[in-house]
């Protein structure tokens, strides 16, 4: 049995959310295909996310005991090496994730936990683990001239490497805010791709 998180950063509500509706779709889908499985819903504005403040820093890098794991802070970065796969749903904003999905890694990148310094560098503690970033984004990023543009998805998939999470996928549904697109089909054709990588994933 497997423990999904899937890590959901958008203020918006359901039934609004074009990046959720795909998202939806992959979990109900994983379900459908892994009944045992345990999915984790994180909400981050649901959840008590906060910008790392002075006294924060002690704590992140501080030393960890039996008592860290239900600090408020750090259960984030216990939570997040203790599940098997990660599925983050995240618009794109200003070319980037949410701000409140920074601060949520802000959380979770914590020495000890999920990662840790060695002699020959940092090691990522997440290994063997999978993640698939969902995303809508009004306009084109994923290749051409906008690509050089796009810093969510690569810095998702560069800090989730990090961590030592390299099986990193992307769905990723585009133009969505262009007028004259068909946007209804661009979304089932994300919607057919998710379904179709929730089925292996
Ligand atoms: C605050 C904010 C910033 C955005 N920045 C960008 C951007 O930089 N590039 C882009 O193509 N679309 C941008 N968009 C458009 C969204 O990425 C697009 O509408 C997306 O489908 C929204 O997904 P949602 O319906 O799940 O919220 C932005 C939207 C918002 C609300």
């Known amino acids: 049995m497997s423990k999904v998180l899937y890590i959901k950063a958008n203020v918006k509500p359901e039934g609004q959310s074009k990046t959720f509706r795909i998202s939806d779709s992959f979990i109900e889908e994983y379900k459908k295909n892994n009944p045992n499985d345990e999915i984790i819903t994180l909400d981050l504005y649901k959840e008590n996310i906060n910008f790392l403040k002075g006294e924060d820093l002690e704590v992140v890098f501080g030393p960890k005991n039996e008592e860290s794991r239900n600090h408020p802070i750090l259960k984030y970065a216990y939570q997040f090496v203790e599940v098997d796969k990660y ?10 994730v949410p701000a409140i999905l920074k601060a949520y ?97």
């Open 105 to 201: 890694i802000d959380y979770v990148s914590v020495t000890g936990i999920t990662f840790k310094y060695t002699e020959n560098g940092p090691v990522g503690l997440c290994q063997g683990k999978k993640a698939v970033h969902i995303v809508s984004r009004g306009g084109s990023y994923s290749e051409g001239a906008g690509a050089a543009f796009e810093m969510g998805d690569r810095y998702l998939r560069t800090i989730f490497g990090f961590f030592g999470t390299t099986d990193f996928t992307t769905i990723a549904a585009e133009n969505v805010d262009v007028i004259g697109e068909d946007v209804e089909a661009i979304l089932e054709n994300a919607i057919n791709k998710a379904q179709a990588i929730a089925k292996e994933f």
């Open 87 to 96: 599925v983050i749903a995240a618009p794109m904003w200003n070319l980037n």
